[in-house]
């Protein structure tokens, strides 16, 4: 009786550590995906989306804490463009405002924290701004 009440513990803590593997995903699972590849140099509004890598699904509610555009494609690191998060009414859509101030190839950096998972999902996008 006491060596199967053992194997019994011993497959359910089995069970466990093999559910808590598949349950909490990796921050490498998602991704950001630009949806605004080309925009006009100037004021410009720049939209990505955010997805869980595995099942295609888009992700809502994730905090996007660290922003920022710059045109480190072009050899100009330091050469950057305020921008601001405003609301989007897709699901899992991220949209940010900004102002390019020349033609040419702009990095979008992003940080963000989803829900439930531990460690920050980081991209770098490239837009590309157009006269």
Known sequence: MQRSS???AAIGVALLISMAGTAFANTKDYEFQLLDKDVKAGAAVISVKLVHKPSGRAVADAV???KRIDMGPEGMETMTAPIEAV???????????TYLGM??????SLGAKVQGETGTVESKLIVKAEQ
Do not use: E
């Open 6 to 8: 053992l194997r019994a």
């Open 87 to 97: 609301s989007s009414t897709q699901l899992g859509v991220y949209t940010f405002k």
């Open 103 to 108: 033609a040419g190839q702009w990095a979008l």
């Open 64 to 66: 996007v804490f660290a």
